[in-house]
């Protein structure tokens, strides 16, 4: 099995398994709305006190993605299986590195929405 082969096996596992509401775009931009309307929020006292607002939750935002990494490389749900299929690694850090960029855009999309009032 080859990197493209598993890659798609699992987005269809993943889109099975999930509803239209638990999908990664609609929670970022659910989330984006919900740091956008701070961000409002907290522009009414000044610019400043918006820029940090904005500022904070991206820190904690982008540590929680990057603390989320071994969740998406090792201990996952499927991690047991996946190790005893004759796959080699190749297919599998390709796998695990996509679920990682995905993760990373859509922190990105959410952060980028939370900074329009800016």
């Known amino acids: 099995m080859n990197s493209r082969e598993l890659v798609t ?20 931009l659910v989330a984006g709305a919900a740091i956008a309307a701070w ?14 607002a904005w500022f904070a939750v991206a820190l904690v935002a982008y ?5 989320r990494v071994p969740f998406h490389i090792y201990w996952r ?5 996946l190790a005893h299929l004759p796959i080699e690694g190749g297919p599998l850090f390709d796998a695990a590195l996509l679920r990682c960029v995905r993760a990373a855009a859509s922190t990105t999309i959410a ?8």
Do not use: T
């Not at 961000?39 to 940090?52: C, M």
């Not at 540590?63 to 603390?67: E, K, V």
């Open 63 to 67: 540590a929680l993605a990057f603390m």
């Open 77 to 81: 749900h499927d991690a047991a299986l």
């Open 39 to 52: 961000v409002w929020y907290r522009r009414e006292a000044s610019p400043l006190a918006a820029s940090n």
């Open 9 to 28: 096996w699992q987005l269809i596992a993943e889109r099975r398994a999930r509803s239209l509401l638990a999908s990664p775009l609609v929670l970022a």
């Open 111 to 118: 952060m980028a929405i939370g900074a329009l009032p800016i």
